[in-house]
């Protein structure tokens, strides 16, 4: 590709970007994909598991914390 349609290219991609966020922001479930895993798991566990400590599980676990910890946080073992 030439220069000309690289930028026509980076533009289109950059408006598709900007519209996927701005779509998933205006459904007010966070500004990261991870943040609405919290809210799916509040609402599936009945608000057993709180927001905030589903919030931190799913960031710790993205951290690679061992399983055993998630647990005693989630559950106070």
Same mark, same amino acid.
Request: without cysteine; proline residues 5%; hydrophobic residues 50%.
């Given at each position: 590709m030439? #220069?000309?349609?690289r930028i026509?290219?980076?533009?289109?991609a950059q #408006?598709?970007?900007?519209m996927g966020v701005?779509?998933?922001?205006?459904a007010?479930m966070?500004?990261? !994909?991870?943040?609405?895993?919290a $809210?799916?798991?509040e609402k599936l566990t009945h608000?057993?598991?709180p927001?905030?400590?589903a919030?931190? $599980?799913?960031?710790?676990? #993205?951290?690679?914390?061992? !399983?055993?910890?998630?647990?005693?946080f #989630?559950?106070?073992?």
């Amino acid at each position: 590709m030439n #220069l000309p349609l690289r930028i026509l290219a980076l533009l289109l991609a950059q #408006l598709m970007a900007s519209m996927g966020v701005a779509l998933y922001m205006v459904a007010d479930m966070g500004i990261a !994909p991870y943040d609405s895993v919290a $809210t799916i798991i509040e609402k599936l566990t009945h608000q057993k598991i709180p927001f905030h400590k589903a919030r931190i $599980t799913i960031h710790q676990f #993205l951290q690679g914390s061992y !399983p055993e910890r998630i647990r005693a946080f #989630l559950f106070h073992q």
